[in-house]
């Protein structure tokens, strides 16, 4: 099955900075990659995804590139503010509409 | 737009006990996914429910069991419960209409403690 694997364990940044999270995958049929952020005592935010025949998405603050061939995909936040602080989780999926978690990235933005 | 519910928030059994975890999916939605997430663990797929039958299923033993119902609402039931199974379970409804994979949306979680 499919394998995703989400590095840094953790991000600290300074508000107004970027934070880039980046995951890799196994399974050269997935095909949609989603975003998710949970927040403490919450169940997962979908907060943008992209799908194998786009490259890049964008969306306000957030965008997502894909790298097909290296199999790998980034979640990138542009002016972060202290509400992004959270946990984010890339996934993956090969048409069976079924997510494959990485074990989630804490970011934490000091103000 | 009706989102995800989940009930009850939080629930605490002992092991051997047996669990039923209830889910409304989102409006328009037909399809419900169920997700354990163990604590700073991603979530991991447990089965999936389209058109009140299992469409899919992770690496779970065959104690954890579903239901969907005409209204596309959907249950979790864990027989025999183990310390292990002690975790967030999380629910997502979609829309599957044969084709791409389309957008998971998750309920808030039934928070589990099994003593």
Known sequence: GENVEQHPS????????????????????????PWYKQELGKGPQLIIDIRSNVGEKKDQQIAVTLNKTAKHFSLHITETQPEDSAVYFCAATDGNNRLAFGKGNQVVVIP | ???????????????????????????????????????????????????????GRGNFPPRFSGLQFPNYSSELNVNALELDDSALYLCASSLFTGGADNEQFFGPGTRLTVL
């Open chain 2, 1 to 55: 737009e009706t989102g995800v519910t989940q009930s009850p928030t939080h629930l605490i059994k002992t092991r051997g006990q047996q669990v039923t975890l209830r889910c409304s999916s989102q409006s328009g939605h037909n399809t419900v996914s169920w997700y354990q997430q163990a604590l700073g663990q991603g979530p991991q797929f447990i089965f999936q429910y389209y058109r009140e039958e299992e469409n």
């Open chain 1, 10 to 33: 953790t991000l600290s940044v300074q508000e107004g900075d970027s934070a880039v999270i980046k995951c890799t995958y196994s399974d050269s049929a997935s095909n949609y990659f």
